[in-house]
């Protein structure tokens, strides 16, 4: 009989412990020791040579655009956005005011417009002597027609003959002009484009073609000219937001060995977690998994969540929102405890993920007029009562999960005014990083777009670039501009992906998550090296990538490179149809992708003076 009580003892006593740990849990005290908290990095910069010698050695580009043409001032804005992260010093000037510079002061010259017989004229013959002369040009959209200029270029150009216009409705990419692209090949409706039908010399370097039907057109090349280069972009979808990679390969190719700081790092964004959605009911879940809501997320979806994350080596950011209501007046605000919000945010923190902040409610933090009607927002008074409704949330925040700290900040339906940037500042102490969104996609109003960046204030902007769950080409294709561009992968996904029709695409949550992993395969395949950070931490490489200056010099096969505001650890992508090595403590070099061989290396700076060869 002891034997028997004592297992009824030890049962019992088991069972009470298991209770106190779920209290506990529900309570938020375990969350000090087990919940999120950033790390402070800070080191103090190195500077290993004078401003006047970085500023000497950094690559100049010359661009040429047509400011009465949308789409080459939309091209413009791209440019800006990719000599910003190439460290490159960039000189933008309408074509009508051509004779004003010489070719011959800038590494790289480019021509992005469409009007080559009205605008280029004559000058296109200064063009070829400034490659002759060892100048990169890079023609980088078709022209409106192959008239004049086209004649006098196309030999140039690396052109044997040339047709008529065709349309093309796929890119592949025949060798590696941007990081992680070699081999990869996207077709559909969003890659239809323009491009002439040519036929290019032996001799010319391919890298990406576009598909006519059955056959395969050249859409970008290079081919040497004299003592210098000409890179030609075929086609005109590179003035598209998303296209900033295949841009910024271009630039890294025409200049042939080139070095630039990189953020490296990946993030998933969950947004509306916790929220209150969990406590609604689902016909569909009910029926097709016999769960309430709230039990299909925490059997089911959570778990495999964090298989994910586990699996694929990530950190997710999850972006808290207390309530739906649609109160913006601060004096009726109302909430009450919700320990549903409060079980799936002590186990988003005790995984070691973040939680950010996405609003007391869902109203966007605008005002009258800044978010387009359909979306049935209520817009807010002022500044001051955004900044209550953030207040709010850091104090339901803090009662919920004690000691949690909101470093990230995410705009409901990525609308963000600039009153309400203000409020977000004001009411989140603790604020690192403001996330919205890449690119407008075609959006109105007050959508809060970024690039990755530090703002004047001090804030990172680190946007979310691509979203959902369901596997699509383009989202594909705007991972690998991201990720071969800036050395990042942001997406952001939305749990109740599964019951919205649009979101989900009509799927079952096993497909759903099916479909999520393929991305996450993907980008993991492509870009092996990414490292695995919250927004908060991003957002500190984003500063060590912005505050780095570095400049490399070639000589007699060897690189020796130099950085000033070093903080002790960097990296960079380094294009080069060479072969690098190391043989110092100085630096580590991989590829980007070891999946082929490329021209694309990960370079891991140990020391504001490096050095490897180069052969």
């Given amino acids: 009989m002891k034997g028997y009580y004592r297992k009824i003892f030890i049962y019992v006593f088991c069972t009470l412990v298991i209770a106190a740990v779920l209290m506990l849990i529900n309570s938020g005290r375990l969350i000090e020791r087990q919940g999120y908290a950033l790390q402070d990095t800070t080191i103090e910069p ?155 010399e032996t001799g010319a370097q391919l890298y990406a073609t576009g598909t006519v039907e059955d056959r395969q057109v050249p859409l970008v090349w290079k081919n040497q000219y004299g ?37 490296n790092t990946k993030t998933v964004f969950i947004d509306d977690f916790p929220s209150p959605m969990y406590n609604t009911e689902s016909a569909v879940i009910a029926e097709n998994y016999n769960r309430s809501v709230q039990e299909f997320f925490r059997d089911i979806w959570w778990p495999d969540m964090q298989s994910a994350a586990s699996r694929y080596n990530l950190e997710y950011v999850g972006l808290f929102i207390a309530t739906y209501d649609n109160i913006v007046v601060p004096e009726n605000f109302a909430y009450t405890k919700d320990t549903v919000e409060q079980y799936f945010g002590n186990s988003l923190l005790q995984n070691g993920f973040e939680m950010g902040g996405h609003g007391y409610n869902h109203q966007s933090l605008a005002l009258e007029g800044q978010v387009p009607k359909d979306m049935g927002y209520k817009a807010w008074s002022g500044e001051a009562d955004m900044a209550a409704s953030l207040t709010k949330l850091r104090e339901i925040a803090e009662d919920l999960f004690p000691g949690v700290k909101l470093y990230t900040y995410v705009p409901p339906s990525n609308y963000l005014s600039a009153e309400g940037r203000e409020a977000v500042k004001e009411a989140l102490p603790d604020l690192q990083v403001i996330s919205g969104v890449y690119t407008m996609e075609g959006e109105e109003g007050s959508v809060y777009v970024q690039d990755f960046t530090v703002a ?70 492509y870009f092996p090296q990414l490292r695995p950070m919250t927004s908060a931490e991003a957002a500190q490489q984003v500063r060590v990538a912005e505050a780095l200056d570095i400049a490399l010099t070639l000589s007699g096969g060897r690189a020796t490179g130099v950085c000033n505001g070093f903080t002790g650890e960097a990296w960079c992508y380094l294009r080069t149809d060479k072969t690098p090595a190391v043989d110092n403590e100085s630096c580590t070099i991989t590829p980007v992708c070891g999946a082929y061989d490329g021209s694309y290396y990960l370079v891991q700076i140990h020391d504001a003076n490096f050095s490897f060869s180069l052969q």
């Fill in 46 to 200: 190195v500077n290993a040579a004078s401003q006047e010698e970085m500023t000497q050695s950094r690559q100049t580009a010359l661009i040429l655009y047509d400011e009465q043409e949308d789409a080459s001032v939309k091209y413009k804005g791209n440019f800006e956005r990719v000599l910003h992260r190439m460290d490159m010093e960039g000189e933008f000037l309408d074509i009508r005011q051509k004779e004003s510079v010489s070719y011959s002061d800038f590494n790289m010259v480019a021509v992005i417009f469409s009007d080559w017989d009205g605008l280029i004229g004559e000058d296109c013959y200064r063009m070829l002597r400034y490659v002759q002369q060892g100048g990169r040009l890079f023609l980088g959209m078709v022209p409106a027609s192959p008239g004049t200029v086209y004649s006098a270029l196309y030999r140039a150009m690396g052109i044997v003959e040339y047709g008529e216009y065709v349309t093309t409705t796929g890119i592949t990419f025949t060798e590696e002009l941007l990081a992680g692209s070699k081999g990869r090949a996207f077709k559909g409706d969003s890659f239809e484009d323009a491009a002439i039908g040519v036929q290019i």
């Fill in 227 to 263: 003592e210098g280069d000409i890179l030609v972009f075929n086609a005109t979808g590179i003035t598209g937001d998303l296209w900033t990679g295949v841009l910024g390969g271009c630039v890294a190719t025409a200049m042939g060995d080139f070095i630039y700081p990189v953020i």
């Fill in 456 to 525: 004047d204030d001090g804030i990172v902007e680190f946007p979310r670039a691509t979203s959902g769950m369901l596997e699509g080409v383009y989202d594909d294709f705007a991972a690998m501009n991201i990720a071969g561009l800036y050395g990042v992968y942001s997406h952001f996904i939305h749990p109740d992906d599964i019951l919205d029709e649009e979101r989900g695409g009509g799927k079952d949550w096993e497909s759903l998550f099916s479909d999520f992993c393929e991305k996450l395969s993907l980008i993991n395949a």
